[in-house]
Structures are given as C-alpha cells and as structure tokens.
C-alpha cells in the first residue's frame, strides 16, 4: 500500500489569537461550502444519503439530543448503550442471526477491519500452524479491506470476476490456500451492484473450517427490504452456512447520520476475538468492543432513532422509490445508442458506460454540467449509488446526459483534465 502524503502540515493557517465570534465563525463556513457538490440538488449520486428531510430531521435531532455523550462508557451512558444493543437486535433480526452478537463501529471501514482482527485472531487460536496468514477477496470487494490486512499483517489476494463481472468461483476456489484464515464476499458489491455467489463461497469457508465475512456495507438495510417487495435475492445472510460475520452501514442506506455501521458476529464463539481488554496500566479496566475509543453518542443514538422511525413500512418505502430511481436511469442510460449497464445490478448501485466513447469526455461534459462523477474504471465508466431522493433529478440527469453524449459524438467535447479518472 502507498504512502498519502499529509495534507495539511503545509497549511499557513494558525490558531486564532483572540476567538471569533459565532457569526464570524459561520460566514466563514458558509463561504468554504461554495465549492461543495450541491448535493441537496441531487448533483453527487454517493457519499451523501436523501432518504427525505423528515428523516434527516429525526437523525438530527436524535443526534444533537446525544451530542455529548460517549459511547466508550455503558456505565456512564446506559441510554446508549441500550440504543447501541436494540440497533444491534433488529439489525441481527434483519440478517436472520439468531444468535448474533455485534456492535455499532463508525463505518464500513471499521467494521470489516473488526471482521479481519476477528478473522486472524480466531485462526491464530485454532490453526496456531497459519504464521503467513492471508485472506481471499473477488477483485469487486471494497478496498477497505487491503487497507485493514495491511494495518493487521494480512495478506490480501484478490481474484477477478469473468465477463459477465460475476465471481469467477473457480479461480477463487484455488487461491485458497493452507494459509488462507478468511474468506470474503460482498452482498452487493461496490463496483456492479451485483451480489457474489456467497453460499459457494461460504461453503469453501466452512470446509477449511475458516473465517467467512460478508460485506453488506451497501446492501443490509436494503437488500432485506427488496426481498420483502417480491424480489428474488441471492442468500447473504446468517441464513447462509458458513457465514460467520455481517457488516451493515446504518449511514449508508440505513439512512442514519454519518459515522454508523454494524458489524454482527453469528454467535458467541465468534464474538469473543471482537473486542480488547486491557489492565496493566495504573487506572481502570479499559474494556472496548470496536477499534474506536471514544464512540460519539449522536451517531449511535441517531441510528437507533432512524430505525424506530421509519420501522420496516419506512424502509420498504424508501427501498421501493430508489428501486424506480434506478430502473427509469437504467433504462434512460440503456436508450442512448452504444450505453450499457454493466453487469446486473440488484440494486440501486451499480456503473455504466459505453465502450465506443472515450468515457473520460462524458464525465468532463457531465462535471461541467454540475454533476459529480465518479468513475468507473474497469471497465471506464460512472459509478452512482442512487437513494430515493434521486428519483426527482432522474429526468434532467438523463436529458444532460444526452446533450453530453451528442457533443462528445460531434467532438465538441474531449476529456482533457479527466483522463487521470480513468488511467
Ligand atoms: C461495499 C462497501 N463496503 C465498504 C465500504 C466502506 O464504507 P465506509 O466508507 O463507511 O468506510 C463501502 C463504501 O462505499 C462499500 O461500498
């Protein structure tokens, strides 16, 4: 993994002598937001969530009620504890773990490198003869997961899916190895949208008696509630043999506040290897079940808030309307000769291009036009992960679309200065 170098020791700013006054503080502000994406217009289709300002308002509120507690003390703070353990109760509940245990970590990141610390501590346990241990990975899997094999002494082999950008099972299949403590899927993937083969997968797992951990991040507050509106789903659950962790983000389509995920062990025996005690030290227990320390109370008590608001009907709902962002922009995209979607997406996540244009000068054009593009790159296209807020800018998404695509045919338009989001 390489280097970033740091991106603020270079900065000539310092600490205020004297302390500003607040509205000094929030002209300020306002004025550094004026480059940010206008994402209240729906012009970023990631990062930010639009589940409806009556939600946001309930994550708010909920949040700003919890500001100043913390969740590193269930002692101290017993309000969120409980909310922490009922989100981690209907989250379980969702997932089909009867016996799951779990916490609420500050993001996918955290929570699959939870699943990795859990991964390599139970192997070292019970395969004590794994010194080089390494985990197995579709090249489709979140990059969090290098990042934490990398923080834990992890080898990390990434295996590629076929042109149909489905697993190819057969070449994961034989980078298992002796060594390998883990094995991972992604229900959806970030890439496509598409769920991968998790029951073979977690068949391979459970005979070599390892780890299995399946990255739910994007898909375990929606895949649950599109299968309650009919549609058919790949297995990715507890209900799955073999599975032995989840990961879910509340802040993703779980429609909490930022900094919010679950990650679920399917039982006790797997729950142990998740948190650290530590005691030789001159003061108390220190005692954590996540990487964190401190745990901001809002965003914990924000989630459990969102979930006791929006119950399953609002969840449906919200599923059911991102559902019909993503069919009109799909059928939109696939209208506009030489377009595809690629792969088969289940959900409102997925990437799209056409392998005739250069790719590079629609996301110029599509930038240009106020839209955040991000890129696909294998192969070159724009990725976007749709909430039901989208559905009102589907329209004028498309129509600028096709205005793009008919100046990038007529040459008018090239990629300079986004090639970079493509090489
Ligand atoms: C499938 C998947 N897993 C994990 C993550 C990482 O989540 P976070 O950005 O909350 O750390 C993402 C982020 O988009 C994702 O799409």
Known sequence: MRQVSPAHAAASVQLPKAGRSPSAIWATMDEARQADVQWQQGRVAALVYLPGDDVVAVAKEAYLRFFSENGLSPRAFPSIDRFEREVVAMTAALLHGEHALGNITSGGTESIILALKIARD???AEHPEITEPEIVLPETAHPAFNKGAHYLGLKAIRTPVGPDFQLDLDAYRDAVTDNTVLLVGSAPNYPFGMIDPISEMAEIAAERRI???????????????????????????FRVPGVTTISA????????ARGASVLLCRDADIYQYQGVRFTDWPSGIYSTPTLAGSRPGGAIAAGWAVMQYLGEEGYVRLTQQAMRAATRLQAGIRAIPGFQVFGEPVMSVFAFGSPERDMAAVAAGMEARGWFVHPQRRPPGIHVMLSPGHDAFIDTYLADLRAVVDLVDRGQIDGAGREAMYS
């Open 122 to 124: 139970k192997a070292r």
């Open 211 to 237: 780890s299995f951990h399946v990255d739910a991040c994007v898909g375990g507050y929606f895949l649950p509630f599109l299968e309650r509106l009919g549609t058919p789903i790949t297995p990715f659950d």
């Open 249 to 256: 983000d509340l802040h993703k389509f779980g429609f909490a």
